[in-house]
């Protein structure tokens, strides 16, 4: 088991901030350069999917697996170090957005599209 395991956000928060803190990374980690970290990260989780088709993309190799899950390991550290830093709280930011996007897409209309919410008929 890593000794860097967590239960919860809050767990990962406190061992990402203790990583950095004890490499004295802190003056780094600012909004600006956690955001453009945190994009980095995003487009690197892009590569093992480049050339798949959508198919594919759902039966990836062992190799690719692992990729993607180290990938999307960089991408939560970063999005998690950011909120930290910037004293967002994840969980509630997420039930809020959920709470938006519900109102954007009700069922009724969003229900088997892909449309954007802007893009529903008035009918």
């Not at 780094?28 to 453009?36: I, S």
């Not at 487009?43 to 062992?62: G, I, K, R, V």
């Not at 910037?86 to 709470?99: G, P, S, Y």
């Amino acid at each position: 088991m890593s000794p860097y395991s967590a239960d919860s956000l809050d767990a990962l928060r406190q061992h990402i901030r203790e990583f950095a803190r004890a490499r004295a990374w802190e003056r780094y980690h600012t909004p600006k350069n956690l955001v453009m970290a945190l994009s980095v990260e995003t487009a690197e989780l892009l590569e093992p999917f480049q050339w798949l088709t959508a198919e594919q993309s759902c039966h990836l190799s062992a190799e690719q697996h692992e990729a993607v899950r180290q990938e999307m390991a960089d991408v939560l550290i970063y999005l998690t170090r950011l909120a930290d830093v910037l004293e967002i709280d994840l969980l509630e930011a997420a039930a809020d957005k959920l709470a938006i996007n519900a109102r954007k897409y009700p069922i009724d209309r969003a229900h088997g599209n892909a449309l954007k919410y802007s893009d529903f008929s008035d009918d």
